[in-house]
């Protein structure tokens, strides 16, 4: 069972950047997914999810009105859309999956998540 996070880069204020989540050695599209982010000297936080089907999202209100998170089940994907960055929105950027499947339902708390990717790097800078 992997996540495997793509898609950050070096961006600056005011950009844009998708990062995508995918897995291997199960099928994404049974569970929720969580994103979280972790900059250098804090700790991790929790930054939006998805529900199995997409039907239920949540988002820290830090980043409520530009980030969006979607999926593609066709692709066992889920990314996250990421707008009108900020340099406060430096991170290392992670995705991970509950232990098992949740229908209708996804938390942005740390704990409720068991599978986790290596990661992604997000530096919005000028």
């Known amino acids: 069972v992997q996540l495997v996070e793509s898609g950050g880069g070096l961006v600056q204020p005011g950009g844009s950047l998708r990062l995508s989540c995918v897995a291997s050695?199960?099928?994404?599209?049974?569970?929720?997914v969580g994103w979280f982010r972790q900059a250098p000297g804090k700790e991790r936080e929790g930054v939006s999810c998805?529900?199995?089907?997409?039907?239920?999202?949540n988002y820290a209100d830090s980043v409520k009105g530009r980030f969006t998170v979607s999926r593609d089940n066709a692709k066992n994907t889920v990314y996250l859309q990421m707008n009108s960055l900020k340099a406060e929105d430096s991170a290392t950027y992670y995705c991970?999956?509950?232990?098992?499947?949740?229908?209708?339902?996804?938390?942005?708390?740390?704990?409720?998540?068991?599978?986790w990717g290596q990661g992604t790097q997000v530096t919005v800078s000028s």
């Open positions: 998805i529900s199995v089907g997409g039907g239920h999202t």
């Open positions: 050695g199960f099928n994404l599209n049974h569970f929720a």
């Open positions: 991970a999956a509950p232990p098992q499947f949740s229908a209708g339902y996804c938390s942005v708390g740390e704990s409720w998540y068991h599978y």
